[in-house]
């Protein structure tokens, strides 16, 4: 499975961006596809996932303003950001997983690139 993550950039904080990850290859052993992200000095950290059957997982951190979603028909998951503010700022991994077990909605079997997100005035 290869991910190729898009749509990062400068936003002003309340901005919105919509970040999209197109899988490819194998993409019927995906079961769950999600972001991270890392912001400068810190541990890598989750954000929000979708397993096939359609539940999601959000860190508390973003509930409530970040939506992931998918579309099975073009292998894309795509994370939508709203209310976003400096601490938001990171930049954003996609990944996607194969287990169905209590970890699935942590998924990382595969990653893509990084895309910067940068929340400032």
């Known amino acids: 499975v290869q991910l190729q993550a898009s749509g990062g950039g400068l936003v002003q904080p309340g901005g919105s961006l919509r970040l999209a990850c197109a899988a490819s290859g194998s993409v019927d052993e995906i079961n769950a596809m999600g972001w991270y992200r890392q912001a400068p000095g810190k541990q890598r950290e989750f954000v929000a996932s979708?397993?096939?059957?359609?539940?999601?997982k959000y860190a508390p951190s973003v509930r409530g303003r970040f939506t992931i979603s998918r579309d099975r028909s073009r292998n894309t998951a795509y994370l939508q950001m709203n209310s976003l503010r400096p601490e938001d700022t990171a930049v954003y991994y996609c990944?996607?997983?194969?287990?169905?077990?209590?970890?699935?909605?942590?998924?990382?079997?595969?990653w893509g690139q990084g895309t910067q997100v940068t929340v400032s005035s």
């Open positions: 979708k397993v096939r059957r359609g539940d999601t």
């Open positions: 990944s996607a997983g194969r287990t169905y077990d209590s970890n699935a909605y942590y998924p990382t079997d595969w």
